[in-house]
């Protein structure tokens, strides 16, 4: 992803989401975080995260910066869609849709979109790009304004498991750590665990 394409958010924005649906179809990608997972996990009934992987809800796939990421699997009948999304209507005129993760298991990237986070490890900072949740997204032609604070002051639990989490990703980069490795070393854990004792010992792998 080249950085320079897209605006960054320093304040306002404008954005209205009108359950289209289009960010949850098609080519999209919905890449998910450790605390992600934890939600997806428990929301269905799991005792651990591997059983997201082995029903096949998550797959693995390496990223543009070589690490590998869980991504939700999108069903590919009648069309490519999130299996998470509800009410689907043929009709382009009166297409409205529903996100059964919504709101309490939701992916942080959802939530934030259109908000990219951009998070640069070595000067333990971060920031914020304006990407469109889709090609044809309505949301961005929207006048409703936004705040990033608002949106920070939000999620800021979870912006701050997210920060933690590309830090494990950075160490296992930096100890070029096998497919397999991901897999036992980041993304499974037991979901009976509460978070922050499970994203403690991820931080120890």
């Not at 005792?47 to 029903?55: G, K």
């Not at 009948?77 to 309490?104: G, V, W």
């Not at 998070?119 to 032609?141: K, T, W």
């Amino acid at each position: 992803m080249n950085m320079d394409e897209f605006t960054k958010v320093t304040d306002k924005y404008h954005f209205k989401c009108t359950s289209c649906g289009r960010c949850c179809t098609g080519g999209q990608k919905v890449f998910l975080n450790l605390y992600d997972l934890f939600k997806l996990g428990r929301y269905h009934k799991y005792e651990s995260s591997r059983m997201l992987f082995d029903a096949w809800r998550v797959v693995l796939v390496k990223d543009q910066n070589q690490a590998y990421l869980p991504r939700i699997r999108f069903k590919l009948k009648p069309f490519q869609f999130c299996p998470y999304l509800l009410n689907i209507d043929a009709d382009p005129d009166t297409f409205r849709t529903k996100c059964s993760l919504h709101p309490d298991n939701k992916p942080l990237i959802c939530f934030l979109a259109p908000l990219g986070r951009v998070i640069d490890l070595d000067r333990e900072i971060d920031e914020y790009l304006y990407i469109n949740p889709a090609p044809d997204c309505p949301g961005i032609e929207s006048d409703k304004e936004n705040m990033l604070s608002a949106a920070v002051s939000e999620f800021e639990q979870e912006l701050k498991f997210q920060y933690r989490f590309f830090k494990i990703l950075k160490k296992a980069a930096d100890n070029e750590l096998s497919r397999q490795a991901y897999l036992e070393d980041i993304y499974y854990f037991d979901l009976r665990q509460d978070f922050e004792t499970i994203l403690a010992g991820k931080e120890n792998f």
